[in-house]
């Protein structure tokens, strides 16, 4: 895959940088997290064996996937390797291989994550990744994936977060999606039964005020679908 050109993910973000976050427990990254994955572990019902492309530092898989298979990819050996070191078992692996690789081995899956990681992916690149990740689910499979929502006010808490954080968006969000493009690249990748939605609203920010709280705004944001204008895209598409 094309990933953002002349950004160096190796150096550009520390091994364990966003799993230390989500170790905190608290604040207002850890919640977007937190929620982020709660939204994704609640369409994996009945899932037996995972795949997470771009896995990162496996916190999805070892928090959110405790009982289930799963397989976490990366292209960056660093944070493979602190998934390794974190949260590896007999049950949850690590590896740099590729989409294409599975695919060659005859890899099937129950159901494919992709938990922001189509923004750093140039858009042709984004098209057949979809599209290859398609081949690799099992029967009554499915991709569940979730990508920054630029129909919002997305594009406002990014510039905040590229003056604020020691890791910037600028060089890494080459593709970004509002609803319909989403819906039209996964159609064109071959799905044939697409739902993208919103999630993650205004619920991190109230995190200052405990979890209880952010929980509790997170509740009435799921109950009004987010008004459709949640941060994130959440996509649930089966072949």
């Known amino acids: 895959m094309t990933t953002s050109p002349g950004y160096d993910y190796d150096k550009g973000i520390p091994a364990g940088f966003y799993d230390e976050i989500h170790r905190r427990g608290a604040g207002v990254r850890y919640a977007w ?9 609640a369409r994996l019902a009945g899932v037996q064996r995972l795949l997470d492309v771009g896995c990162g530092p496996g916190t999805f898989i070892g928090n959110y996937a405790p009982s289930t298979e799963a397989l976490g990819i990366d292209a960056s050996a660093p944070q493979v390797a602190y998934a390794r070191r974190t949260y590896g078992s007999d ?4 590896a740099t291989r590729t989409v294409a690789d ?15 990681l189509v923004e750093h ?14 081949g690799l689910l099992a029967p ?6 979730t990508t920054p929502n630029y129909g919002s006010l997305w594009p406002i808490i990014e510039w905040g977060l590229n003056r604020a954080s020691s890791v910037r968006y600028e ?9 319909g493009r989403l819906e039209a690249d996964l159609a064109a990748a071959g799905f044939a039964t697409i739902d993208v939605t919103t999630t993650v609203g205004f619920a991190p920010f109230a995190a200052v005020l405990g979890r209880g709280a952010m929980r509790g ?23």
């Open 171 to 179: 060089a890494q969000h080459v593709n970004r999606y509002r609803r």
């Open 140 to 145: 009554g499979g499915r991709l569940v994936l």
């Open 91 to 94: 049950r949850h692996r690590f």
């Open 217 to 239: 705004l997170d509740a009435v944001e799921r109950r009004l679908g987010h008004l459709g204008i949640g941060h994130l895209l959440l996509a649930e598409a089966r072949p």
């Open 33 to 41: 997290h937190d929620l982020k994955f709660r939204a994704v572990a």
């Open 121 to 134: 992916i140039e858009a042709g690149a984004a098209r057949r990744l979809l599209a290859e990740a398609r």
């Open 102 to 116: 599975l695919t060659a081995a005859g890899e099937r899956f129950d159901a494919v994550t992709m938990i922001e």
